[in-house]
């Protein structure tokens, strides 16, 4: 790892200084020099907010990420409020499934409900391609967003195949994705025709952000962790492959994320991510060791630990930032989304005490 902390040499491929490109954010997932360990949190917009609870009130969430204006101000609420390192795009991973024209609704305490579950070679079929034309809502709100926050990053996302055919195909969450995986072993080819179609959905969809200006993306692959390393290996790493391939050409870090994928973190990377996200159930240092020294880390504390009274929050961070100190780069999250029921005030205190304790000299110009 350099150790150059001057930030003078212009070296070649690296972003001019100042920017969301030389954010903390964006540095730490490109394994460079960063003068603190930057942090966000997966669902810092949410519930766990009064704000949002308002804007929220009286607005279904599919039309809310449907609305760049609402979309754009939920996105910033937590930026403004805990001082977070990077922004992420209000959505949420079936919107573009909606867009290709998937009857389906967001249904509060549950999740994602297909009203149709899609099992058959002509239920794939009705999964249609999307552009630019399908998600306009996305580009304009991201387009409203990178103006409005200045240096600070925007991450755009997606969610994996594999995810997102979890839903389709249970017709809403699971615990044990027992259709899922009965089309996968019943019927491979199925199985593969209807990931390669969420492939194709998921590229267009962060192309279009990507297109727009975020500064980095991250895929979803929530559920991955309820397959064998070498099931992953077979049935899903060459889908969520062609998504992060065939966007290295983008220019932004990738981030593949899901939990309880501490057997496939490897496998993870291979599928092409600059950053690999990890739960709360392998320390970090572990983590990278599995994983390799040309990715960079994101997570991990546990999000139930903000529940506990602040001396085991504090005690927390400090390891995980120190355990962080083994990746060749480090963005600070927790191993999961944020809970609702999360005292916001707390959120703010760990993003201060990460700032603080991983605080290097600052870079003179
Ligand atoms: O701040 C952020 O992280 C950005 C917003 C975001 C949402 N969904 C908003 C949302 C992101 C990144 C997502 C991704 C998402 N959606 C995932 C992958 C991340 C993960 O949590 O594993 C998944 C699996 C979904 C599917 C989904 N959508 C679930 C399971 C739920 C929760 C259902 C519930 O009510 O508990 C949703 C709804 C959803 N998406 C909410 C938010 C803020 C809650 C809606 C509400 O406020 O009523």
Redesign the pocket.
């Known amino acids: 790892m350099t150790t150059d902390t001057t930030g003078t040499a212009a070296r070649d491929g690296e972003p001019r200084r100042g920017g969301p490109a030389d954010s903390p954010f964006v540095r730490a997932c490109r394994r460079q020099p960063v003068p603190h360990t930057p942090v966000w949190?997966?669902?810092?917009?949410?519930?766990s907010l009064p704000e949002?609870?308002e804007i929220?009130a009286s607005v279904p969430?599919l039309e809310s990420?449907r609305r760049p204006e609402l979309v754009t101000e939920i996105?910033l609420q937590?930026v403004r409020r805990h001082g977070v390192d990077a922004a992420?795009?209000?959505?949420?991973?079936?919107v573009p499934v909606a867009a290709a024209g998937i009857d389906l609704d967001?249904?509060?305490?549950?999740?994602?409900v297909v009203a149709e579950p899609v099992r058959t070679a002509a239920d794939v079929e009705r999964i249609a391609r999307i552009g630019r034309d399908e998600v306009s809502y996305v580009d304009e709100a991201v387009r409203l967003l990178v103006a409005e926050l200045g240096d600070t990053p925007l991450i755009g996302?997606a969610?994996a195949p594999f995810?997102l055919a979890s839903?389709l195909v249970e017709g809403g969450?699971s615990r044990t994705h027992a259709k899922t995986k009965a089309l996968m072993y019943g019927d491979p080819e199925l199985w593969h025709a209807l990931c390669a179609r969420l492939a194709e959905v998921t590229s267009s969809f962060l192309r279009v952000q990507i297109e727009a200006g975020v500064s980095a993306v991250?895929l979803?692959d929530?559920?991955a962790g309820a397959l064998s390393e070498a099931d992953y290996r077979r049935f899903v790493l060459p889908h969520s492959a062609s998504v992060l391939g065939g966007l290295a050409d983008g220019g932004v870090p990738r981030i593949h994320?899901g939990?309880g994928t501490g057997e496939l973190l490897a496998a993870m990377g291979e599928a092409g991510a600059d950053v690999v996200g990890v739960d709360w159930r392998t320390p970090l240092d572990v983590a990278t060791g599995r994983i390799g020294p040309d990715k960079a880390v994101q997570g991990n504390l546990d999000p139930t630990v903000l529940l506990a009274p602040w001396p085991v929050v504090e005690a927390e961070v400090r390891r995980i930032v120190e355990q962080g100190r083994a990746a060749p780069g480090h963005v600070f999250n927790l191993g999961?989304?944020?809970l609702?029921e999360t005292d916001p005030d707390v959120l703010t205190r760990v993003v201060a005490l990460v700032h603080e304790l991983s605080a290097r000299p600052a870079r003179q110009g």
Not at 41 to 47: D, E, L
Not at 88 to 94: A, C, G, M, T
Not at 106 to 112: E, L, N, R, S
């Open positions: 949190f997966m669902r810092q917009a949410g519930r949002y609870r929220r969430m990420c996105t937590p992420i795009l209000f959505s949420d991973i079936v967001i249904v509060p305490g549950t999740g994602p996302f969610g995810t839903y969450p991250q979803f929530s559920w994320f939990v999961h989304g944020v609702p």
